[in-house]
């Protein structure tokens, strides 16, 4: 049944792609009067904060908003972000990155904040998971790593940015689990960024890296690292062939992560018309599309309206995984 509601989850995700790409055609009351302010809860590196900056770039460069900044408010599991962004409830000139992690900090019981505590816009790239090592480590493969773990669950370090029960976390326990260890006992190390842990993989200070493809890929092409799997379903187009799965390698852990903007609550529907418009013309632009192939993303461009349905099936569904994984305290 919860293989069938991950699955569920990405033929819904994509067949939402038609219904999302024509804007609201009613007029828009509202543009911004100043600078628009770009919210990442976490630091500089990881994708979250990638995602912003491209964004920031292309909202500049195609005229589309006035100019805006990235401010990164990072730790906590992007609660401090996430709760900056709500100091300006009612206000369309902030807008913020966000993921599943906004559903599953409130379901673990890390953030009182949740998906509805905000106004979600849009949701534009999905994203899978990799781990990985460094180039000189001697676990050299997903057997390799395993037999270590079951010899001695604490004998491997792990870390994983931002916060515990995102994305990264959901595919590392995702594992643990299916090899027979228990999720919690695992020596997992939770970094701020993205930046953060890559210095710590490659710098020896852990064994293994749970991240994005875009973190990854290029350490390795540079002969830095090594990625063991990804959490795709089946092998991936494009660069990301080469990576074999978890699956394929006999591991039940696959899953994605979405990314996208949220408002602070409280917006009105001018304010959410306006950056429907805005995110429409963005996400159909060829610009976006070098960029996600780029950053290794799948391209998925959900409206406003769709988004907010969307959350509602992923808070179903994370609540599944998550006490399933016994993370959940709600």
Sequence with gaps: MQKAKVALRLVTLCAALVAA???PAYAQAWKPAKPVEIVVGSAPGGSPDVMARLVQNLLQGMALVPTSAVVNKPDAGNTIGWAYLNQHGGDGHYIATYSPAVIGNKLMGTSPLGHTDFTPLNILAREYVVMAVKADSSITSMKEL?????????????????ARGNHNHIVLSMYLKSIGVDPKIAKAVVYP??????????????????ASPRSMVPPQKEGRARILGTSAAERQPGALSELVTFKEQGYDAVFFTWRGFMGPKGLKAPEIAYWDSVFSRLAQSEEWRKDTEQQFWNADY?????TRKHLDRENELLKGILSNLGLAKQ
């Design 193 to 210: 960024g993205g930046g953060p842990a890559m210095t710590a993989l490659l710098g020896g200070h852990i064994d293994v890296y749970v």
């Design 146 to 162: 395993t037999a270590r773990l079951k010899k001695d669950p604490m004998s491997v370090s792990f870390a994983f940015a931002t």
């Design 21 to 23: 790409a024509v804007p």
């Design 302 to 306: 959900l409206l406003s309206a769709d």
